[in-house]
């Protein structure tokens, strides 16, 4: 197969990867991700401005967390990754990862939903904004996206669903069709990622335990699907079975490092989540402890203050003239 094979707008790099042509500024034609993820860090940024120059706080810690995330949307997509993508198993998986692991939480924790609420004006075209906002945070439809009976499903979708199929073999050797895999990757992560460790407003809030399950529950269906595709003996999608002869790639060696990165680079930002939520959960618990001996000091204390005022007044009864 040569660079042919792809439909639609695309383009394949002719030189062999490596890691100049991976990390080379490359934009495909038609760069819509790169320019989705540009607009998101631009509004972002024009939020943080506003509230900053009307004298309101906004951790800047923030604004370069979500910032580095749109960062590495646009190298991602941008770069030569996205062109040896359209061929390479390992490279499309590397990139798969990326969208799906890494990337949201970096987002998330920018707590944009936050930012929104506050620099969005209440007049105009703002107006409009908030009211759709508010619309998704009492909605029904909001508590089922981010409901693990819908986010652990799409997991499974996209490795199982989309490799052990025709899915992949029907998508990927088009344009269009392989960035909306890209799209779903991200979005499927930012589903699953959210209600894990943001500080936004969410139709409903988990407590640390069910955030705990959440994440356990995840870490083992992208680790199971590593080992399955570097066990396997034939290439499992067509579009990745001969690359570009100039590459000189085997694509069973290529498809084994494939699943291997899914087995070992999809578990380091699973875990890191998982102590993430561990940490604010040891934080919650101080807090409540705090409030909880709080609580029960003030009875105690105003009995004291109490038994004070009286010894001050019996006193002064005695040391009037």
């Known amino acids: 197969m040569d660079e042919s094979v792809i439909t639609g707008p695309a383009w394949v790099p002719t030189a062999p990867p490596s890691l100049d042509t991976l990390l080379s500024p490359t934009l495909q034609p038609v760069p819509l991700i790169p320019a989705i993820a540009l607009l998101m860090g631009m509004l972002y940024v024009a939020g943080a401005v506003r509230l900053w120059t009307s004298g309101r706080r906004w951790p800047v810690w923030r604004c370069l967390s979500f910032l580095l995330g ?5 190298v991602i997509m941008g770069a030569g990754i996205e062109g040896y993508g359209l061929r390479m198993f390992s490279v499309f998986m590397f990139q798969q990862l990326t969208l799906m692991l890494g990337i949201p939480a970096f987002l998330a924790l920018g707590s944009p939903g936050t930012l929104l609420l506050r620099a969005t004006p209440h007049r105009g075209p703002g107006r409009l904004v908030l009211r759709l906002a508010f619309f998704g945070l009492r909605s029904r439809l909001g508590r089922f996206l ?4 819908f986010t652990v499903p799409l997991f499974l979708f ?15 050797p088009n344009w269009y069709g392989h960035v909306s895999l890209e799209l779903l990757f991200l979005v499927s992560g930012l589903l699953f990622t959210v209600p894990l460790i943001s500080a936004d407003p969410l139709p409903v809030k988990k407590s640390h335990g069910w955030r705990v399950i959440d994440a356990f529950s995840e870490m083992p269906l992208h680790a199971f699907f590593g080992v399955i595709v570097m066990m396997s003996p034939a290439p499992m999608v067509d579009l990745f079975a001969t690359a570009p002869d100039s590459w000189n790639i085997d694509p069973i060696r290529d498809q084994y490092l494939a699943g291997g990165l899914a087995w070992a680079y999809g578990e380091l930002p699973s875990l890191l989540i998982l102590l993430f939520i561990m940490a604010g959960w040891q934080r919650a618990e101080a807090r409540q402890s705090a409030l909880t001996d709080a609580e029960q000091a003030t009875p105690q204390l105003d009995a004291y203050n109490a038994y004070l005022e009286r010894l001050r007044q019996h006193e002064e009864k005695y040391q009037r003239p």
């Open 146 to 149: 981010i409901h693990p009976a």
């Open 70 to 74: 749109c960062g590495a949307i646009m």
């Open 158 to 172: 996209n490795f199982y669903g989309i490799y052990f199929s025709d899915i992949g073999d029907l998508l990927l």
